[in-house]
């Protein structure tokens, strides 16, 4: 006799409320601001915020309503033009876009036809709507593009349209926690087979052994950051990848994106304000080449992505793998810096409520964190539903983010997540940790 299967009610409800909250954060990042602020190019690595708007609501048009819904194309004429893969985002300007309230009245009208689709849709075996998994997917691919315009909204230029409270302090035990901790050599299941709206890309769950390694008990802060550049390691070829040198060389960089100068001091811009570099955060804006540099400059390294999600995820007591460092509870205020509640990292040694069970903190939020490892394929993957998704990215051009950032919701992050990115980019919400091996002792 086989076991019941999740109640479909409580799927329906789940799916619903992960729609509804991405919609409402859409609402927002796109609401915020002027029609010429929506069609505007305010980066040539971005895409308008317009046309972001438009896409999300074309592949929920294409895998809800047409995929799931059985229902015909309302605006087969918009697939081309919102195929991310048809055109680059610098080029994306100059397509024929639908205009700002053109392109609201159609998400609208999408959504209200899927929400109809979402109360009569057969959660049953079949793969693409197995546990609702095309609507959390669909609910994941709008909230990654919700963290996108929030990298536009800190590209444009002009007063802050945003507000968001302040992030918690760090706790009064930070000061003392220890620099590092180990995690023993062993084997770990890395990745997931159970996870239902997991990814592609985090499948399917396999053993994997890791070597004993030191990683950060924190992640590297603005301060620890600062002593590098105080010390000329943007000046010094020896902490840089060769091809990272050549970036550094040739943009004549000298410090995270969004940093400069004042005096003897350090002012970074933020989502339309110049504030001082707070010392305590989490460095954010950095690229790999940058990260990577810096742990050299250290004498250690950047985690590995097995490294990094067995410190996140292995329970040493129970030897099983975790859905989150904390535990399998889904994150709460307690936990994690997560779904743009604040608009900055909180700073380091925040949330004792999230570390792991060696008692590693900030794994997930606050800022995504670079590993060493190139994006590929885990053991029996398989591309699914699309091999855009995933499979076209494998390879050595990209590199591996965990973790999440304050600008990531929950239904996109948890501790199998993977993230990738070009070496190279700085304008993403990303920092880094770093890491030893153990018989470097």
């Known amino acids: 006799m086989t076991a019941p299967g999740p109640d479909p009610d409580v799927l329906r409800r789940r799916a619903t409320d992960a729609l509804l909250r991405a919609r409402a954060r859409t609402g927002l990042l796109t609401g915020c601001v002027e029609d010429r602020d929506l069609t505007a190019q305010h980066s040539p690595l971005m895409s ?9 609501g074309n592949q929920e048009e294409q895998w809800l309503l047409r995929a799931v819904g ?70 994941q691919h709008e909230q990654q593009h919700d963290e996108t315009m929030l990298i536009t909204h800190q590209l444009r230029r002009g007063p802050a349209a945003l507000t968001a409270p302040e992030p918690p302090p760090a706790e009064p035990d930070a000061a003392l926690l220890p620099p590092e901790v180990l995690v023993e ?26 070597p004993s390694f030191f990683i950060d008990t924190l992640p590297v802060s603005n301060a620890a950051y600062l002593r590098f550049i ?35 001091g350090w002012l970074r811009r933020r989502f339309g304000a110049v504030e001082p570099v707070p010392p305590a955060e989490p460095v954010l804006h950095v690229s790999w080449y940058e990260a990577a540099a810096y742990a050299a400059w250290a004498g250690r390294r950047l ?32 936990h994690a810096n997560l779904g743009q509640r604040h608009l900055r990292p909180a700073p380091v040694g925040a949330y004792p409520a999230g570390a792991s069970p060696l008692g590693v903190r900030q794994l997930i939020g606050d800022a995504w964190e ?15 539903p699309y091999r855009e998704y995933s499979e076209v990215f494998f390879g050595s051009a990209h590199k591996v983010l965990r973790g999440g950032s304050f600008a990531v919701d929950p239904v996109a992050c948890r501790g199998t997540f993977r993230n990738w990115d070009l070496p190279v980019r700085r304008q993403i919400f990303a920092g880094f940790r770093t890491a030893r091996d153990a018989e470097a002792v």
């Open 48 to 56: 308008p915020l317009v046309w972001d708007l438009a896409h999300i």
């Open 70 to 139: 059985g229902h015909e194309a309302l605006r087969p004429e918009l697939d081309p033009l919102y195929d991310a893969f048809e055109h680059p985002r610098a080029a994306r300007p100059a397509l024929p876009l639908l205009p700002p309230a053109e392109a609201r009245s159609y998400v609208a009208d999408v959504r209200g036809r899927v929400l109809d689709v979402l109360e009569s849709a057969p959660f049953d075996g079949a793969p693409l709507t197995a546990s609702g998994f095309a609507f959390g997917m669909i609910a």
């Open 185 to 210: 050599g062993g084997p770990f299941t890395m990745g997931t087979s159970a996870e239902p709206w997991a990814l592609d890309n985090e499948r399917p769950a396999h053993h994997r052994f890791v």
């Open 230 to 264: 105080e010390d000329g390691g943007y000046r010094d070829a020896r902490w840089w990848h060769p091809e990272g040198w050549r970036h550094v060389r040739a943009h004549k960089l000298t410090a995270p994106l969004f940093w400069r100068r004042s005096g003897s």
């Open 303 to 334: 985690p590995t992505e097995a490294e990094w999600e067995k410190a996140a995820r292995h329970d040493p007591g129970s030897g099983r793998s975790r859905r989150y460092p904390w535990g399998d509870a889904d994150p709460t205020p307690d």
């Open 370 to 384: 670079w590993t060493s490892s190139d994006f590929l394929p885990y053991p029996g993957f398989r591309a699914f």
